[in-house]
């Protein structure tokens, strides 16, 4: 047994209820003394375990690190934890093209992060900044699903956070402002592959959520989870976000109509910007690969990438 899986193994029987040194030693045929040891780094790790006259008992998780995600995590990621990095996709990618799968790089702040485009992304301590790396079997086709499913996956744990988080085509997770399709930008999304013609090798999905920021610290026409609706426990956040990828990266068919549902686009006049040129018109649905179908007075058209801007009605 490793030290992480005699860790995970002690805590869960800490969870369960008091259990005395010499009970863990001996289910799990170690001597007292690391039995201690693995205490003392748990502590160390921020979980909050006491002593009492009827063994050791896990009284609380407050820590915000690897091992406390990891802990209660009902998905099959590891987590590679940073108090502070450049960016979590570039570590993410040395990850990716070392062979490595289902690990998650997670960081209190990102000191060189980046948005689409290039763009500057804003990513103080506090936030929620995280990229996953994931092998698929898929064809290259379905990998912008993968970017839809995070979209869904934070909305839905910003949602069950108390935050009325809606999606702003392709991948933004926003939070309305009045009825006429404005909104405050929560997270947004950076998405890397590689592959080949017909496969994926392997995708990374990274996700930057403003969590416990005030909103003065962020660009103009953001929000936060902080001004929204107060703090949020990150390490809950986190594992909510992993749990609901999880689940539908296993059931892709199941994402669009995910998406559909917690839309802000549907419905809102658009304009896209493409190399091409830009499109005006309504948004009207999204396609099985996610891309924007728009009614403009040309008829339809359907737009796979690009810069949407929700327009004003007419």
């Avoid at 099959?76 to 998650?104: C, K, M, Q, W």
């Avoid at 869904?152 to 402002?177: L, S, Y």
């Avoid at 995910?258 to 309504?282: F, H, M, N, Y």
Wanted: proline share 5%.
């Amino acid at each position: 047994m490793t030290t992480n899986e005699t860790r995970r193994s002690i805590l869960e029987a800490l969870a369960a209820g008091p259990v005395s040194g010499p009970q863990l030693a001996e289910s799990l045929d170690v001597s007292r003394a690391a039995v201690w040891k693995h205490i003392d780094a748990l502590r160390d790790a921020g979980f909050e375990i006491e002593s009492g006259p009827n063994g050791y008992e896990l009284a609380a998780v407050t820590a915000y690190n690897g091992p406390a995600v990891e802990y209660e995590l009902e998905a099959p990621f590891s987590i590679e934890y940073h108090d502070s990095i450049g960016s979590t996709n570039d570590r993410a990618r040395e990850l990716a093209s070392e062979g490595a799968t289902d690990v998650v790089v997670l960081a209190d702040e990102q000191v060189g992060g980046r948005g689409r485009l290039e763009r500057e992304w804003s990513a103080p301590s506090g936030g929620v900044w995280l990229s996953i790396v994931t092998r698929p079997d898929i064809a290259p086709a379905q990998a912008p699903l993968y970017t839809l499913a995070v979209s869904v996956a934070t909305a839905r744990a910003a949602r069950e956070a108390g935050v009325d988080a809606r999606i702003k085509w392709p991948n933004d997770v926003v939070v309305p402002v009045g009825e006429d399709g404005e909104y405050r930008k929560l997270s947004g999304i950076l998405t890397e592959m590689e592959g080949e013609t017909d496969r994926v090798d392997w995708i990374v999905v990274g996700p930057g959520i403003n969590a416990n920021i005030d909103t003065d610290a962020l660009p103009e026409g953001a929000t936060s989870i902080r001004d929204e609706v107060g703090d949020v426990d990150r390490r809950r956040f986190v594992q909510r976000l992993l749990e609901e990828f999880d689940r539908y990266r296993t059931d892709l068919e199941a994402v669009v109509p995910a998406w559909r549902e917690l839309a802000l686009t549907l419905g809102q006049r658009v304009r896209v910007e493409r190399a091409t040129g830009e499109i005006v018109g309504e948004a009207v649905d999204v396609t099985e690969s996610g891309a924007l179908v728009i009614e403009t007075e040309d008829g339809q058209e359907t737009v796979a990438a690009g810069d949407c801007e929700h327009l004003r009605p007419v």
